[in-house]
């Protein structure tokens, strides 16, 4: 069974850092992998998501890298903003030919202060 | 731009009684879930299904019924309502039948059992 761990729970800092948010799973025979948003009371929106044969992919501020042979994935986020205050988590998902679906990990709490 | 539109936001049920949370989207997605989310546990995967008439299982599924007449509508019936499914639920879809893609959230419905 796929186990995913999110590391660190929870994180605060001043605004402009550059920060890593860091994803492991215990799988690594995954299709894709991706790394989702969620603000309080809210859904949660995707941020990127990165296919197997990738090794990272970039939006904006945002750089999320994969080792699958590792079992890791880490996004980077860039001159850190308080608008970036937010639960970011991340989800490994199996060929669903195998009858699996996405597997989220519990997130990281981030808290940019201005 | 509706996306997923799930209702009701907010229910309080009595034990014992039933109830269907509904989940729409707009977008002919093939692939829609239902989740529930609770504190320290994660998101948590309760019922998927792949396409109209299609229908699978996912981590916790005990309690719960769906089935998907069209492609646009996925319910989650919850027959005898017991305090164990208080939670938030979220309904998500992707385009792709077979393996997720990006997956687009609804807001959320949140259910208290008393």
């Known amino acids: 069974k796929q186990e995913v761990t999110q590391i660190p729970a929870a994180l605060s800092v001043p605004e402009g850092e550059n920060l890593v948010l860091n994803c492991s799973f215990t799988?690594?025979?995954?299709?894709?992998l991706q790394w989702f948003r969620q603000d309080p009371g809210k859904g949660l929106t995707s941020l990127l998501l990165i296919q197997s044969s990738q090794r990272e992919q970039t939006s904006g501020r945002l750089n999320a890298s994969l080792d699958k042979s590792s079992g890791r994935s880490t996004l980077y986020i860039a001159a850190s903003q308080p608008g970036d205050s937010a639960t970011y988590l991340c989800?490994?998902?199996?060929?669903?030919?195998?009858?699996?679906?996405?597997?989220f990990g519990k997130g990281t709490t981030l808290s940019v202060s201005s | 731009n509706a996306g997923v539109t799930q209702t009701p936001k907010f229910q309080v049920l009595k034990t014992g009684q039933s109830m269907t949370l509904q989940c729409a989207q707009d977008?002919?997605?093939?692939?829609m879930s239902w989740y529930r989310q609770d504190p320290g546990m994660g998101l948590r995967l309760i019922h998927y299904?792949?396409?109209?008439?299609?229908?699978d299982q996912g981590e916790v599924p005990n309690g719960y019924n769906v089935s998907r007449s069209t492609t646009e509508d996925f319910p989650l019936r919850l027959l005898s309502a017991a305090p164990s499914q208080t939670s938030v639920y979220f309904c998500?879809?992707?385009?792709?039948?077979?393996?997720?893609?990006?997956?687009?959230f609804g807001e959320g419905s949140r259910l208290t059992v008393l």
């Open positions: 799988d690594s025979a995954i299709y894709n």
């Open positions: 989800a490994p998902e199996p060929d669903r030919q195998a009858g699996t679906a996405l597997i």
């Open positions: 998500a879809s992707s385009a792709s039948g077979v393996n997720t893609g990006e997956l687009f």
């Open positions: 299904s792949v396409g109209a008439g299609i229908t």
């Open positions: 977008m002919n997605h093939e692939y």
